[in-house]
DNA sequence: TATCTGGAAGTAGCC
DNA sequence: GGGGCTACTTCCAGA
């Protein structure tokens, strides 16, 4: 590392700007990017600023605590009213964000010192001092001396959890080494940071997104050339950079600190990158090139790329691995004098791309983040585009990528042709890839876009995201790998939104808008690295399994964006589960009336003739309120393939349809995940049902339709079960998507049709006075009209400090507590731990829901921690039993409730993101 | 030689 | 505090 990356005056000075700038410098940002973005971001610019409209959004609410209300009404909540617009983002009159103009309370992020993380960060990075010369530095900028690090790093700033000196292992080393690192990981705290990340802690750190990591993962040093982005935020630097492994975080793993693995790390690493750290290359062009640059959009592409690339001064814990990718392919300006010519990645942003060249767009776009991320330029360069225009290649203002989208509108419709395997083992940054996710029937994964008969082609885009029973949302511990070699033949480029990597696959109107997608593999990213990170209240303990998530922005006659976006099935990432879990991946029925008896065959992997399936009827809490084993036919049971005699229900007077889960057992410990089905009352055709009174409507949302679903499918479609689809229960119309699909029978790689509100369907939905229970007129009426203010109408899955969707419960009304109402406001905030969608939404799930908010499934669950604590003892538990019942006037069936630790734990897996966001929220009241 | 893969060792955390 | 287990990460070796 060069002096100057060190040198903590320059970070600070920055920081200082920014500070002291705070809260104008916010505003102007906005401004800057509502108003002038035509004027002082050329849309090309935009374009290429993508990112930052998506942090925007997303952002709004992640660093800034104070967001609350205000961000939501305007921001996500927004979004949620102006539902109809979310798709369909005009990027002519928004803001580069995308996001209302304003909504953004982004003040805060002013506020706040810790953002001296951030900004220190984000200047740090930019720092890139050479790149920018002092003079052309804001003259209002104050220069702070930076005495020592601690000062650097307030303590203040940092939230008592994640005070890094709290941690025993940072302790010391984190002193120098940390303080330094540290700003690189916060620039998410910057305003502009996504949402999904961490949500709303006014801590600096709090503010760390996890998408963070993708950053950081960028710019780490390990990362695999091309791609890997590490996160390296955490220990390595926060903690000890010193240290000699990189990685674990808070001396989890002993030997990495002891240096055991020499190679990994940093200090170590043998392949010193030539450039020098992949930092922020805020060049000069793009950074300070021109007076212009300082716009609002300016400053947000600097700060995403600051956001990107928190460890990558670290220069020496780069990992080998990460540093000769960072090396090679992103030069840093910042720091060292790029290569020549390197490739467009690295190259230098000058200021006057060519809107239209679209590598640079693509550069630009990911602005510094990209350059960071060292995108590993292939030997052939991006293709040019017949003529992608920015319109048509991306526009300012796209949805963030937590932001639940449709999987078609109109004529338009984004579709897995060619789902993926459900395996595939995700390397690690230590590894060398492990090769791009093939699809079962051999070949690759391939989507097409229908409908689009334009002739320009479009950007698609590719990252991972997860496959939990929350909402889709990027994922924390994984990130697309880009993959190139003689077997690639698919073009892509690499870029980085809202601190995840994307993969952009062009797709052609020759081709049919039809992509195969060889060249996408995946990133395991250490555990330790993404949970130590500020704001991340994922684990990445057994959360294994992500999707694939491609989306496309295809440009409308009116100049708004119509986006879309579909996920693949459930991929496994993990050896073991590879090799031992037993995988659900289709069941012939999803739903059968109570009396069971039926067959159903599963057809997955690991399946043995000591397999057991077991249906399980969970209560809000993660309890299981019944459970029966059901028979299954040894002999025609195969490796891929398991018949099933569906059990009968222990209530066979249902009215209404009940979601039951079940699973694969192949001994303890061995289980596939869960998967959802449906009991249909005894005497009730398996038809479809419509919401048909108030008291029902959840039922209907959540479970109803299951039967409907012609198809087998596995249940995941996390996005899908959690959410009802808004849109069905606001639009008649959309009634007609089963709801059902959406919560499993949608074929994983569906994505939520919930939120395949055309802007046309969905302002009529909201429009229309016949959907009432929807409490959603009002917001609608609030919202502004789609054309004024483009908000995605996708749901934002807010981080878990998210407030809770105050907006919305207080619109539900109370006895509609139904899952629409819920579902609705569990989209609106998915994440919110607060409105936890309960991954089953069986009937007393969805009424308890909504009279317990605060509780689902998920969230019941305890941590493992709290696990624990819980009596091993298998007893008799009646709540759920009895609420149910009593809701439903059911008569109910005196029923034995386990608790089996053991059995609840893939339970407390699946809840444990949920459960350690309730924890942190609690905790921190920031958060 | 480089990449892709499969397998397994080593380590950490939990019970 | 140690042993057993499971999961995570890294390393090795063969194709």
Redesign the pocket.
């Known amino acids: 590392m060069t002096g100057l990356e060190q040198d903590p005056e320059f970070d600070f000075d920055f920081l200082f700007e920014f500070n002291q700038s705070g809260e104008a410098a916010a505003a102007e940002h906005y401004s800057y990017t509502s108003s002038s973005l035509s004027s002082a971001l050329p849309l090309p610019t935009a374009h290429t600023s993508l990112p930052a409209p998506c942090h925007d959004l997303q952002t709004s609410t992640p660093g800034i605590s104070a967001v609350p209300s205000a961000n939501h009404p305007s921001g996500y909540g927004g979004a949620v009213d102006s539902g109809a617009s979310g798709y369909f983002l005009s990027s002519s009159n928004a803001r580069p964000n995308g996001a209302p103009a304003l909504e953004s309370p982004r003040i805060e992020i002013t506020s706040y010192m810790g953002l001296h993380h951030g900004t220190s960060q984000f200047f740090h990075d930019v720092e890139v001092e050479d790149v920018l010369p002092s003079c052309k530095r804001s003259p209002s900028t104050a220069t702070l001396s930076l005495p020592s690090m601690e000062a650097y790093r307030d303590p203040s700033c940092l939230s008592p959890a994640s005070s890094l000196s709290s941690r025993s292992c940072n302790s010391e080393a984190s002193s120098y080494e940390s303080n330094y690192s540290y700003p690189y990981a916060s620039p998410q705290t910057s305003p502009w940071q996504s949402p999904c990340v961490s949500p709303k802690t006014t801590d600096p750190e709090e503010g760390f997104p996890r998408g963070l990591g993708a950053c950081h993962l960028l710019g780490s040093p390990r990362h695999s ?1 091309s791609t890997s982005p590490r996160t390296s935020v955490t220990e390595e630097n926060w903690l000890g950079a010193r240290g000699s ?1 990189p ?2 975080p ?8 002891n240096g ?5 790390s940093p200090h170590h690493s043998p392949t010193p990158s030539p450039h020098g750290s992949p930092r922020v290359s805020v060049t000069e062009d793009t950074w300070l090139g021109n007076s212009t640059q300082y716009t609002s959009s300016a400053i947000v592409a600097a700060i995403n790329a600051l956001t990107t690339d928190s460890s990558l001064d670290l220069g020496d814990g780069i990992p080998v691995k990460s540093r000769k990718t960072a090396l090679e392919h992103s030069p840093s300006v910042a720091l060292k004098v790029e290569p020549a010519g390197e490739d467009l990645g690295t190259t230098p942003p000058t200021s006057d791309f060519p809107p239209e060249d679209f590598t640079f767009q693509h550069l630009r776009k990911g602005a510094f983040c990209e350059q960071y991320l060292s995108v590993p330029q292939p030997p052939y360069q991006w293709p040019k585009p017949k003529s992608l225009t920015p319109a048509s290649y991306m526009s300012p203002s796209l949805p963030a990528l937590d932001w639940q989208l449709p999987s078609h509108s109109g004529p338009f419709e984004l579709r897995i042709e060619v789902q993926p395997k459900s395996h595939h ?1 995700a ?10 996710v ?1 699809a079962s029937a051999g070949g690759h994964p391939i989507v097409q876009l229908h409908g689009y008969l334009e002739s320009e082609p479009l950007t698609l885009q590719l990252f991972i995201g997860t496959a939990d029973d929350r909402l889709l949302r990027p994922h924390a ?1 994984y990130q697309v790998h880009r ?3 003689k ?2 033949s698919t073009t892509s480029h690499e870029a980085i939104l809202s601190n995840t990597k994307v993969l952009e696959i062009p797709l052609l109107p020759e081709n049919n808008m039809r992509a195969t997608i060889d060249c996408a ?1 995946i990133l ?6 993404i949970e130590l990170r500020k704001g991340e209240t994922d684990i ?5 399994r992500v999707r694939l998530v491609f989306r496309v922005h295809v440009p409308q006659p009116n100049g708004r964006t119509l986006s879309l976006q579909v996920a693949s099935n459930p991929i496994e990432c ?4 590879a ?2 879990l037993p995988l659900v991946e289709k069941q012939s029925t999803d739903s059968y009336p109570v009396i069971g008896g039926k067959k159903m065959v599963l057809s997955g992997h690991n399946f043995l003739q000591d397999s057991k399936v077991i249906f399980v009827e969970k209560a809000p809490d993660g309890h299981h309120v019944w459970e029966m084993e059901a028979k299954t036919d040894r002999d025609l049971c195969k490796p891929n393939s398991l018949v099933v005699e569906i059990p009968p229900f222990r209530n066979q007077r249902i009215t209404s349809p009940v979601q039951v889960s079940f699973y694969v057992c192949n ?4 289980r596939s995940q869960y998967q959802h089905f449906t009991y249909l009352p005894a005497n009730v055709p398996i038809i479809k049902t419509e919401p048909t009174d108030d008291y029902e409507p959840a039922l209907t949302c959540g479970t109803m339709s299951q039967g409907l679903s012609p198809l087998p499918r596995p249940y995941y479609s996390p996005q899908l079960t959690m959410l009802p689809d808004p849109s069905s229960c606001l639009v008649a119309g959309f009634a007609s998507y089963p709801q059902r699909s959406t919560m499993m029978s949608t074929p994983p790689s569906s994505s939520p049709k919930l939120h395949d509100l055309s802007s046309a369907a969905y302002t009529k939905g909201i429009a229309s006075p016949g959907h009432g229970h929807l409490e959603l007129q009002p917001q609608a009426a609030e919202a502004p009209t789609i054309q004024e203010v483009p908000r995605p109408m996708a749901v934002q899955p807010g981080s878990p400090k998210q407030p809770p969707p105050v907006l919305l419960q207080p619109q539900v009304s109370p006895h509609l507590s139904s899952s629409c109402s819920l579902g609705y406001q569990q989209a609106l905030c998915p994440n919110s731990p607060s409105s936890p969608l309960p991954s089953i939404a069986h009937e007393p799930t969805c009424l308890q829901s909504s009279a317990h908010p605060p509780t689902t499934g998920q969230q019941q669950h305890q941590s ?2 709290v ?2 604590n819980e009596s ?1 003892v298998t007893g008799p538990l009646s709540l759920p039993e009895v609420r149910e019942d009593s809701n439903h006037n059911l008569a109910p069936i005196p029923v034995t409730i386990k608790r089996e ?1 053991e059995e609840l ?1 893939q339970l407390y897996l699946d809840d444990v993101n949920e459960i350690i966001r309730n924890d942190l929220s609690s905790t921190n009241p920031h958060s």
């Open positions: 050339p492994r990685t674990s808070c001396n989890k793993r002993k030997y990495s600190l055991r693995q020499p190679s990994c083992r390397h690690y940054e230590t590894e060398g890839s492990r090769g791009a093939k511990f993959i190139t070699g077997t690639v593999g395991k990213l250490r555990n330790s690295d990445g303990r057994k959360n294994t993990s050896q073991r589960s090799q031992e001994g303890k410990r061995k493992p921690k696990r624990r091993p630790p734990d």
